[in-house]
């Protein structure tokens, strides 16, 4: 090959190629420093469809967990990742449960809930 028709090919492919290398190294930098980042938020707006919370999916429930509220009455609360959302027996109304935790997505991952003896 001649030197000009190499140096256009080098050129034009190295730009390529370390355009992806820079995508890759600061999405490694952002997965690897999650802390850092935790407190933006990202609204599901702009997400792609898969990631839309549609009939309970994404782990949205993960369990639930059935006691009494001040009153006596019965309630359900449900865990996930969207954290707590609180309910009725028969899931006719759902409330938001989540206050007093800190807000965004990677501090509302609940795996578990349990009731203590104190209620």
Do not use: E
């Not at 140096?7 to 690897?32: A, D, E, P």
């Not at 997400?47 to 019965?74: A, E, I, Q, V």
Request: hydrophobic fraction near 40%.
């Amino acid at each position: 090959m001649k030197r000009r028709t190499w140096r256009k090919y080098h050129k034009w492919t190295g730009l390529i190629i370390s355009f992806f290398l820079v995508m890759f190294c600061l999405s490694g930098i952002v997965l690897n420093h999650r802390r850092c980042f935790a407190d933006i938020n990202v609204s599901r707006a702009v997400l792609p469809g898969r990631y839309d919370f549609k009939h309970w999916n994404n782990g949205l429930l993960r369990g639930t967990l059935r006691c009494k509220d001040d009153k006596g009455h019965d309630m359900v609360l449900i865990y996930g990742a969207a954290g707590v959302i609180r309910t009725d027996t028969a899931a006719s109304i759902f409330i938001d449960y989540n206050q007093g935790l800190p807000s965004g997505a990677d501090y509302r991952q609940m795996r578990g809930v349990v009731q203590t003896k104190n209620g």
